[in-house]
């Protein structure tokens, strides 16, 4: 192993800590009036099972969907006059659909199998990693944090180098921060595809995240400006997050510890950055 930190990359562990958000990062409002404080706490998998149970789960799905689908359906419209309770004559038109199978049991039974085993093998694979941040307003029972919600990232490593790992996958959330002393919500609606360029080094590694986000790809032309929505009784004015949400951070893997700290935005063609830092103890 190259050091303690790609041992640490590479094998089953799990972390448990908590994270804060602050500045123009992540959440940070586009209105300048000022920005949330997002804290919350996080769980981290490597190399365990959840991602590949989820998505194996998901490719069996589809498989059983696709071998249990007709080849073919076809569709006949019949035309019946009928006299109502009122006895007034009326026309009834009734569809009628016809499914054709034309592959054989065994054929189908062998794209189930197929399915399966992918299943099983994307399960089995253990290059993976789990991401789940709960953010709250209640940190530790002191009140503080403006946002609530949660955003989670299923992880497999694409590619391995001796000096970096490429990893990728697909991730989902529902995030919203009011800032403190105004009437507007930060919101991000999250559901894409994360991407992460790891450079290990002794106990530290640095991280590059990159996490496109397909409810945001519009930059703002499909989206109703000045959307007011009513929060806890008060009428505030939604700020929605906009795509590609970049973090850079360094973290240090000291025996059952893991820091964090890093810069982030989700707007960088305004200049427009935060800071993000987390605390964790691995096991």
């Known amino acids: 192993m190259q050091s303690h930190a790609y041992s640490g990359l590479r094998w089953v562990g799990y972390t448990v800590g908590a994270s804060i958000r602050g500045g123009g990062g992540l959440y ?3 209105l300048g009036q000022g920005n949330p404080l997002v804290t919350g ?34 569709m006949t419209t019949t035309t019946d006059t009928r006299t109502n309770q009122y006895g007034q004559r009326e026309v009834v038109t009734t569809n009628h659909y016809t499914a054709t199978y034309d592959r054989s049991p065994e054929a189908r039974q062998a794209a189930l199998d197929a399915a399966e085993a992918s299943a099983k093998g994307l399960v089995a694979y253990r290059q993976q990693s789990f991401e789940l941040d709960v953010y709250t307003r209640d940190w530790f029972g002191s009140q503080l944090g403006d946002a609530r919600g949660y955003r989670m990232n299923f992880l497999f490593t694409v590619y391995t180098a001796k000096r970096f790992i490429i990893e990728g996958g697909f991730g989902f959330g529902d995030v919203s921060a009011i800032i403190p002393g105004k009437d507007i919500l930060v919101e991000e609606k999250y559901v894409g595809i994360p991407i992460r360029f790891i450079v290990p080094w002794g106990p530290l590694y640095a991280q590059a995240a990159l996490d496109l986000n397909f409810r945001g ?3 703002g032309a499909l989206s109703e400006e000045g ?4 929060v806890d009784g008060r009428s505030m004015t939604v700020d929605p997050v906009r795509p590609i ?5 360094v973290h240090a893997m000291l025996w059952r510890l893991n820091l964090s700290v890093g810069v982030e935005t989700a707007r960088p063609w305004t200049g427009q950055f935060g800071y993000v830092a987390t605390a964790g103890a691995r096991f």
């Open 217 to 219: 790809l519009d930059f």
């Open 28 to 30: 940070g409002s586009s």
């Open 41 to 74: 706490y996080r769980f981290v998998e490597r190399g365990g099972f959840i991602s590949g149970l989820v998505v194996g789960g998901i490719f069996y799905l589809l498989g059983a969907t696709v071998a249990s689908m007709p080849d073919s359906a076809s």
């Open 227 to 230: 959307e007011v929505r009513n």
């Open 245 to 249: 949400p970049l973090t850079l951070s």
